[in-house]
T-cell receptor, first 115, second 115 residues
Framework: DSGVTQTPKHLITATGQRVTLRCSPRSGDLSVYWYQQSLDQGLQFLIQYYNGEERAKGNILERFSAQQFPDLHSELNLSSLELGDSALYFC??????????????FGPGTRLTVL | AQKITQTQPGMFVQEKEAVTLDCTYDTSDQSYGLFWYKQPSSGEMIFLIYQGSYDEQNATEGRYSLNFQKARKSANLVISASQLGDSAMYFCAMREWPNTDKLIFGTGTRLQVFP
């Protein structure tokens, strides 16, 4: 158990809908990252927050947005869902943003299926 | 742009034998970090080992070691004394630095250990 929790574990929804994925980082970790794992795109970085502020953005679609709350949990909002958004969405956390090892601890993921 | 290449889609190894999983990277930065993660069929991402670009010695963690050849830009993972439980996907990743520490992943290698 990495200490990072993600809910829900599975999500099945229809095209055009909106969903929210939730992540609680490990206790004390200030940095939260969201990654998407799909068959065609592999593992891709979406967005990073550090202590409530957006730190970096990857190839995140405009239909997707995220935020990190004062209690450091984070939510990833996906709207106007398309079939291609079906993927495993990971949240990861780390203590700080640094060059040193600072491994990222991954949550169990949320598997999103868009029908 | 930074890039990670894993050229082995699949590997087979017999139990108790050693196996090497290849990873090459491309970056123009002097400061970077390289990671290996394991993803079992259950889906979670498990951190295995880390190598910093300035580390003079190859990293080791139990049965895992990283064969770091900076001039060749390779960071191969060596698993000694393979176990059936090592069967999984293995991802090599690079940390971008300094503005962010997001991870860039390779496409992965599926390792199967047979008795």
């Amino acid at each position: 158990d990495s200490g990072v929790t993600q809910t829900p574990k599975h999500l099945i929804t229809a095209t055009g809908q909106r969903v929210t994925l939730r992540c609680s980082p490990r206790s004390g970790d200030l940095s939260v990252y969201w990654y998407q794992q799909s068959l065609d795109q592999g593992l891709q970085f979406l967005i990073q927050y550090y202590n409530g502020e957006e730190r970096a953005k990857g190839n995140i679609l405009e239909r997707f947005s995220a935020q990190q709350f004062p209690d450091l949990h984070s939510e990833l909002n996906l709207s106007s869902l398309e079939l291609g958004d079906s993927a495993l969405y990971f949240c990861a956390s780390s203590v700080v943003v640094s060059y040193s090892c600072n491994e990222q601890f991954f949550g169990p993921g949320t598997r999103l299926t868009v029908l | 742009a930074q890039k990670i290449t894993q050229t082995q889609p699949g590997m087979f190894v017999q139990e108790k034998e050693a196996v090497t999983l290849d990873c090459t990277y491309d970056t123009s930065d002097q400061s970077y970090g390289l990671f290996w993660y394991k993803q079992p069929s259950s889906g979670e991402m498990i951190f295995l080992i880390y190598q910093g670009s300035y580390d003079e010695q190859n990293a080791t963690e139990g049965r895992y070691s990283l064969n770091f050849q900076k001039a060749r830009k390779s960071a191969n993972l060596v698993i000694s004394a393979s176990q059936l439980g090592d069967s999984a996907m293995y991802f090599c990743a690079m940390r971008e630095w300094p503005n962010t520490d997001k991870l860039i992943f390779g496409t992965g290698t599926r390792l199967q250990v047979f008795p």
